[in-house]
């Protein structure tokens, strides 16, 4: 999609920057990350969300990207962070 593409490289480069996110009722903790807005051109709204973080300075690392429709992206990105803690934390032998 070319509209996705597009905010990844704007947040890359720094032309925007998201809302920043927090606890959310619906689909969890989210704090310290955040939420930019975004759809194909000439729409009315803005149905795609692209969730990040701030790796430093000058990395963001998405964590994922995807319709809003009833919060679902968010309940993704919190699964993912949620995966990626519990893999970290397992004893490798």
């Known amino acids: ?11 890359a480069y720094g032309r925007v ?5 927090g606890s959310r009722y619906v689909a969890g903790d989210l704090t310290g990350y955040a939420s930019v807005k975004f ?6 709204t803005r149905r795609f969300r692209l969730v990040y973080g701030n ?7 998405v964590l994922a ?5 009833e919060h679902a992206i968010y309940r993704l990105a919190l699964e993912r ?3 990626s803690n519990e893999s970290s934390t397992t004893d490798e032998f």
């Open 39 to 44: 759809d194909v051109p000439g729409s009315p």
């Open 81 to 83: 962070l949620q995966t």
């Open 17 to 21: 920057t998201g809302k920043l996110l």
């Open 1 to 11: 999609m070319i509209a996705a593409r597009k905010v990844l490289d704007d947040l």
């Open 65 to 69: 990207i995807g319709v809003r429709d």
């Open 55 to 61: 790796i430093d300075n000058d990395t963001r690392g």
